[in-house]
């Protein structure tokens, strides 16, 4: 079993849409969660942090779930622009940080 | 305030070839990363600097790969001799400090590909 898991997709959702991804993880000694955002070519760039049971910004929302050890990230009223693929990072207790392989949206008009 | 600084950007060579990048990361950022991304994967750490320490190097191919961080700022990624497998994306980042600030920020990258 890896690491850290994602659903690699793709969602293709339509303008407007609510879509939701998990990321589970394997070490319960983790400790800290991330989101990141990679467009096609281009480098990761954090979306969010997640240090408590949960974040929010704007339109985004993780959120924890230390006892089933997933992180969600939430995205309502999605835009085109949202087309990208999403990465979980979760750093462990021993101070290495695991990327997930991403999952991939895709937003239509 | 300027982000992480890679170059070069592209790169082909042939295999058997040596291969070097360079990453700066942001002023001020002790702990640096050196990542490598296949198609359709995450990044996947090769080595961790905090300051000019390699604190973790448990992934890094010691045959063939070797890294350093001399004055705890720049650093550098070399491979010799590459090989066909080596054709990836290698990325740096940096963060403020492992501990408190663990949030990377990622440089835009070096695609290697070995022919």
């Known amino acids: 079993r890896k690491e850290v898991e994602q659903d690699p997709g793709p969602f293709n959702v339509p303008e407007g849409a609510t879509v939701a991804f998990n990321c589970t993880y394997s070490?319960?000694?983790?400790?800290?969660f991330f989101w990141y955002r990679q467009d096609c070519r281009k480098e990761p760039k954090l979306l969010m942090s997640?240090?408590?049971s949960g974040n929010e910004d704007g339109r985004f929302t993780a959120q924890l779930n230390r006892a089933s050890q997933y992180i969600s990230l939430l995205i309502r009223d999605s835009k085109l622009s949202d087309s990208a693929t999403y990465l979980c990072?979760?750093?462990?207790?021993?101070?290495?940080?695991?990327f997930g392989a991403g999952t991939r949206l895709f937003v239509k008009a | 305030e300027a982000g992480v600084v890679q170059s070069p950007r592209y790169k082909i060579i042939e295999k058997k070839q040596p291969v070097a990048f360079w990453c700066n990361p942001i002023?001020?950022?002790?702990?640096l990363y050196w990542y490598l991304q296949n198609l359709g994967q995450g990044p996947e750490l090769l080595i961790r600097y905090e300051n000019e320490e390699a604190v973790d190097d448990s992934q890094l191919p010691k045959d063939r790969f070797s890294a350093e961080r001399l004055k705890g700022v720049d650093s550098t990624l070399k491979i010799q001799p590459a090989e066909l497998g080596d054709s990836a994306v290698y990325l740096c980042?940096?963060?403020?400090?492992?501990?408190?600030?663990?949030?990377?920020?990622f440089g835009p990258g070096t695609r290697l590909t070995v022919l």
């Open positions: 990072a979760v750093a462990t207790g021993g101070f290495k940080t695991i």
């Open positions: 070490n319960s000694a983790s400790q800290s």
């Open positions: 002023s001020g950022h002790n702990t």
């Open positions: 980042a940096s963060s403020l400090d492992y501990t408190s600030k663990p949030e990377q920020f």
């Open positions: 997640v240090y408590s």
